[in-house]
């Protein structure tokens, strides 16, 4: 059966994606730190999740896997990892603007 909870949080995101979109200009990561991020993606977090981080150690972090969660859910995963799973927290290295600006960039479609 379709779960409504699944659906609301995807209402949800793509709200959150406009709202981002939107308020672009007022987007804490510089330019310069996006291109720092992109490249911790695909080396730090593809050295777990595969380069192309469609699954390693870790799953399946590519947009359409990802799709449907909600970028605040994804943005507290990457910062406080997952107990007992091999999934690090990133707090020490990341603010939270940035993971959640990773958990967008991964739910926009990160892998090449
Ligand atoms: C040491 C290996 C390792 C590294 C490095 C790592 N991860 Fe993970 N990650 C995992 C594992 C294992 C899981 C699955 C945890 C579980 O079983 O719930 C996971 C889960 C996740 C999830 C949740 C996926 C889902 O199904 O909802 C996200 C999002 C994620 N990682 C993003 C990242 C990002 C972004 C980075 C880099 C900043 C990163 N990971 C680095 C091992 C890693």
């Excluded at 150690?57 to 091999?86: N, W």
Aim: charged share 20%; with cysteine; net charge negative.
């Amino acid at each position: 059966m379709p779960s409504p909870i699944r659906w609301m949080n995807a209402a949800l995101s793509a709200a959150f994606a406009m709202s981002m979109a939107a308020g672009a200009a007022a987007e804490p990561v510089s330019e310069r730190r996006a291109a720092e991020l992109e490249r911790l993606v695909r080396h730090d977090c593809g050295s777990c999740h595969g380069m192309t981080l469609k699954g390693g150690l870790g799953p399946d972090i590519t947009a359409r896997r990802l799709a449907g969660s909600e970028p605040s859910a994804l943005a507290s995963i990457i910062l406080d990892g997952v107990p007992e799973k091999p999934m690090p927290p990133w707090r020490p290295l990341l603010s939270e603007a940035e993971a959640l600006w990773i958990a967008d960039y991964l739910l926009k479609d990160a892998s090449p």
